[in-house]
């Protein structure tokens, strides 16, 4: 069975701290993992991805995220939030490339 | 445009009626999935086809949904009889067959039932 549980359904930040927002994940299969951005009234847009090759992973607008297979987590950070990622964000999983299970979300706000 | 587009953006529609909407994919993608998400949820999947073939559907999909891609390109997503809980955004994604590849999403129809 596949899932995927966001930690952390709101999370706060100021301007200029570090965002982390955490992701965990069960698979059957060794699977491909994602984090999109949702903006207000906007189409999901993908930040980065992991499909097998390097743990760690640099997607757009400075995220990164960090696929830890013994923790079964895939948490997304940014060093320095900007008021611009205000938004939700969405951990997803695609167990064999043919379906994509979404986590509920974590709405971002970033305080000036 | 290359990417995913879905028409009609808005609908409002009375409890009862049916309603359709189109998505086109990206042209050089062969898999297209429908998904709906309500207010404050992730997107949950409704189906998916490969081509015209339609290979997976989920469970909330109910019998008055239904779904065609007849020529493997654009898609229809049919809602008879609505029901106000049907009141959500539906999504559109489409996606290549190479392996890890990312889903492709239009921005969507949100769909109204008064």
């Known amino acids: 069975a596949q899932s995927v549980t966001q930690l952390d359904s709101h999370v706060s930040v100021s301007e200029g701290t570090p965002v982390l927002l955490r992701c965990n994940y069960s698979s059957s299969y060794s699977p491909s993992l994602f984090w999109y951005v949702q903006h207000p009234n906007k189409g999901l847009q993908l930040l980065l991805k992991y499909t097998s090759a390097a743990t760690l992973v640099k997607g757009i607008n400075g995220f990164e995220a960090e696929f830890k297979k013994s923790e079964t987590s895939f948490h997304l950070t940014k060093p320095s939030a900007h008021m611009s990622d205000a938004a939700e964000y969405f951990c997803v999983v695609s167990p064999r490339g043919n379906q994509f299970y979404f986590g509920t979300g974590t709405s971002l706000t970033v305080i000036p | 445009d290359t990417g995913v587009s879905q028409d009609p953006r808005h609908k409002i529609t009375k409890r009862g009626q049916n309603v359709t909407f189109r998505c086109d994919p990206i042209?050089?993608?062969?898999?297209l999935y429908w998904y709906r998400q309500t207010l404050g949820q992730g997107p949950e999947f409704l189906t998916y086809f490969q081509n015209e073939a339609q290979l997976e559907k989920s469970r909330l999909l109910s019998d008055r949904f239904s779904a065609e891609r007849p020529k493997g390109s654009f898609s229809t997503l049919e809602i008879q009889r609505t029901e106000q809980g049907d009141s959500a955004m539906y999504l559109c994604?489409?996606?290549?067959?190479?392996?890890?590849?990312?889903?492709?999403f239009g921005q969507g129809t949100r769909l109204t039932v008064v």
């Open positions: 042209s050089e993608h062969n898999r």
């Open positions: 994604a489409s996606t290549g067959t190479a392996e890890g590849t990312e889903a492709f």
